[in-house]
């Protein structure tokens, strides 16, 4: 159930809607949320984890404009990942360049870098 793996931090400087969307998408690249599961409603989800209807709403609305999910009026909003695999390498790889020159700021080397990736598509595995 998605409830389960949401672990929301309130503390963070990171949007709540955004922790929410990333939860979601890292629910899916673990598989404990499949292509197909329908995901809760706005308004019950935003219920069980106890956060604003709105904030919900805007994770929903970024994961469908993203690709992972599309809304059906019958079952809400269903994952579906229909991002083909260069649109997600071309995004991967502006975040990572972003992420990458941070670490180089704080002397992270490229074997830390290899390191840190191999440790987590391990997580996904």
Request: net charge negative; aromatic share 4%.
């Given at each position: 159930?998605?409830?389960?793996?949401?672990?929301?931090?309130?503390?963070s400087?990171?949007?709540?809607?955004?922790?929410?969307?990333?939860?979601?998408?890292?629910?899916?690249?673990?598989?404990?949320i499949?292509?197909?599961?329908?995901?809760?409603?706005?308004?019950?989800?935003?219920?069980?984890?106890?956060?604003?209807?709105?904030?919900?709403?805007?994770?929903?609305?970024?994961?469908?404009?993203?690709?992972?999910?599309?809304?059906?009026?019958?079952?809400?909003?269903?994952?579906?990942?229909?991002?083909?695999?260069?649109?997600?390498?071309?995004?991967?790889?502006?975040?990572?360049?972003?992420?990458?020159?941070?670490?180089?700021?704080k002397?992270?080397?490229?074997?830390?870098?290899?390191?840190?990736?191999?440790?987590?598509?391990?997580?996904?595995?």
């Amino acid at each position: 159930m998605l409830v389960e793996i949401i672990e929301l931090d309130f503390n963070s400087d990171e949007a709540i809607y955004m922790q929410l969307t990333n939860q979601i998408i890292m629910g899916i690249a673990s598989q404990r949320i499949r292509t197909g599961d329908p995901l809760p409603s706005v308004r019950q989800l935003a219920s069980t984890i106890g956060i604003n209807m709105h904030t919900v709403n805007k994770a929903y609305a970024l994961l469908r404009q993203e690709g992972y999910i599309q809304m059906d009026r019958r079952k809400g909003a269903v994952v579906s990942v229909d991002m083909d695999r260069l649109k997600a390498l071309e995004r991967l790889q502006e975040e990572l360049r972003v992420s990458i020159a941070r670490g180089l700021c704080k002397n992270v080397t490229r074997e830390d870098v290899h390191s840190l990736v191999d440790s987590i598509y391990d997580d996904y595995e």
